[in-house]
C-alpha cells in the first residue's frame, strides 16, 4: 500500500467533513423538537381540562376539536368532505339509508 493512499483513506473514528459535529447538532435540534412536543401535547390536555371545567357540553367539546381539525386538514381532504357533505345535503333524510350512505361514502372519496 502505497503512502499517498494511506493519506487519501480515514482511519476508524476519523470525523471526516464534520459528520460527528453535523449527528450532535440534529440530535439536538431533534431533542429540543421533542422537548417542544410534549410541552405542546401537555398544553392541550390542559385546555381540555379547561373546557371540562367550564361546564361546557360534551357536544361543544366534540364540536371544538371537530373544528381544530378541519383547520388542519388538506385541502384535497376538505374538497372530498364537503362533496359528501353535499350529497348527503341533497339526498336528505335518505343519506342514513343503507343506499344514501354508500352514495356519501362514494362521493367522499
Same mark, same amino acid.
Request: charged share 35%; proline share 2%; net charge neutral.
Given at each position: 500500500?502505497?503512502?499517498?493512499? +494511506?493519506? &487519501?483513506?480515514? /482511519?476508524?473514528?476519523?470525523? *471526516? /467533513?464534520? #459528520?460527528?459535529? +453535523?449527528?450532535?447538532?440534529?440530535? +439536538?435540534?431533534? *431533542? ?8 405542546? =401535547?401537555? +398544553? ?10 367550564? $361546564? ?11 373544528? *381544530? ?8 381532504? $376538505? ?5 359528501a357533505?353535499? *350529497? ?7 343519506a342514513?339509508? &343503507?343506499? /344514501? =350512505? =354508500? &352514495? #356519501?361514502? $362514494? =362521493?367522499?372519496?
Amino acid at each position: 500500500m502505497s503512502k499517498a493512499k +494511506d493519506d &487519501a483513506t480515514p /482511519g476508524a473514528g476519523h470525523n *471526516v /467533513g464534520g #459528520v460527528d459535529a +453535523d449527528l450532535a447538532r440534529f440530535r +439536538d435540534r431533534l *431533542v429540543n423538537l421533542t422537548e417542544i412536543k410534549l410541552a405542546t =401535547a401537555e +398544553d392541550i390536555k390542559e385546555v381540555g381540562v379547561e373546557m371540562r371545567a367550564a $361546564r361546557l357540553k360534551k357536544e361543544d367539546i366534540a364540536g371544538v376539536r371537530l373544528a *381544530v381539525k378541519r383547520h388542519f386538514e388538506s385541502a384535497e381532504k $376538505r374538497e372530498f368532505r364537503e362533496t359528501a357533505e353535499e *350529497v348527503a345535503d341533497k339526498l336528505g333524510p335518505f343519506a342514513s339509508s &343503507a343506499l /344514501g =350512505a =354508500a &352514495a #356519501v361514502e $362514494r =362521493a367522499g372519496r
